[in-house]
């Protein structure tokens, strides 16, 4: 069955930066647009970005574009979301997907951005 994997998550300064991975299984993984969601403290599910099978194009909401890079290896069957300049409205935990699959969601890891 499908499984997915998030890990990488913490507390963070405002302007620091965290990796996210996602371990993918169960489907396959290099022909799947994947996608990264988050959920803020008493708010709904936001999309952040997209990427497609072979690693282009990637798509951003407007929140993190510029500041959020999201890549895939195949060979891992590993999702990353590289976060920079982070803000406290980032704050959120945060899950990978199969591209329109919230089905498939993992169980998410804790990003925490506060001073």
């Known amino acids: 069955q499908v499984q997915l994997v998030e890990s990488g998550g913490g507390l963070v300064q405002p302007g620091g930066s965290l990796r996210l991975s996602c371990v993918a299984s169960?489907?396959?993984?290099?022909?799947?647009?994947m996608s990264w969601v988050r959920q803020a403290p008493g708010k709904g599910v936001e999309w952040v970005g997209s990427i497609l099978p072979g690693g282009a194009p990637t798509y951003y909401a407007g929140s993190v574009k510029g500041r959020f890079t999201i890549s895939r290896d195949d060979a891992k069957t590993t999702l990353y979301l590289e976060m920079n300049n982070l803000k406290p409205e980032d704050t959120a935990v945060y899950y990978c997907?199969?591209?329109?699959?919230?089905?498939?969601r993992g169980q998410g890891t804790q990003v925490t951005v506060s001073s």
């Open positions: 169960g489907f396959t993984f290099s022909i799947s647009g």
């Open positions: 997907q199969r591209r329109r699959d919230e089905a498939s």
